[in-house]
């Protein structure tokens, strides 16, 4: 007997074309989640130290630092036009609007990659981008990648103070060595 099915066939024909429309609507991509790397990578940088830099070794003959009275008078009027301009009373929603106006509590904001930078023994700058909420362990995986010599022991530090490998979200985001 096929009166049921048909009778409920019938109630349910209504709502086949909403279901329908919700299931072919595309879906948003699920935000990125801020414990994991970011999704375009690290964007590993080494910066040498200044030692080792070509510029810094550069033998340059004295009349390039000499400088004339007109590039002198330039330069004191560009600072003293600077000046003016930062010392100029103006309220809040003025700064923010020339400046850009960021709110911390936009979603772009949460969800961009904290720079990190790490110094290590030999004058090396070496920087990577963090999520927010990553670990402190994926800074120390980060580094022992990029170490010479990945068996040797380091610590990671920040004002001083060691960071732990317990030290869970957010820490990663204050490391610096």
């Known amino acids: 007997d096929l009166a049921p099915l048909n009778a409920a066939m019938r109630r349910l024909a209504p709502l086949a074309p909403a279901v329908a429309a919700q299931l072919a ?4 991509p699920p935000p ?5 790397p970011p999704p375009r990578g690290r964007d590993t940088r080494a910066f040498t130290p200044a ?32 000046r ?4 100029q009373l103006t309220t809040r929603a003025w700064k923010e609007s020339h400046r850009g106006g960021e709110d911390a509590d936009d979603v772009s904001v949460k969800l961009k990659p904290a720079v990190i930078r ?6 090396v700058l070496l ?6 909420r990553e670990p402190v362990g994926a800074v120390r995986e980060f580094v022992a990648a990029a170490l010479r010599e990945p068996f040797r022991q ?3 530090s920040f004002l001083n103070q060691p960071l732990a490998e317990e030290d869970g979200g957010g820490g990663a985001a204050a490391a610096a060595a």
Request: charged share 35%; with cysteine.
């Open 25 to 28: 609507a595309p879906k948003p």
């Open 32 to 36: 990125p989640d801020t414990r994991k």
């Open 51 to 82: 030692a080792m830099c070509a510029a810094a070794v550069a033998d340059f003959a004295d009349d390039y630092f000499q400088r004339d009275a007109a590039d002198i008078q330039a330069d004191f009027k560009r600072k003293q036009a600077k």
């Open 84 to 87: 003016e301009n930062e010392g």
């Open 118 to 123: 790490v110094r290590l023994p030999d004058g």
């Open 127 to 132: 920087q990577g981008e963090f999520m927010r």
């Open 154 to 156: 380091f610590s990671l």
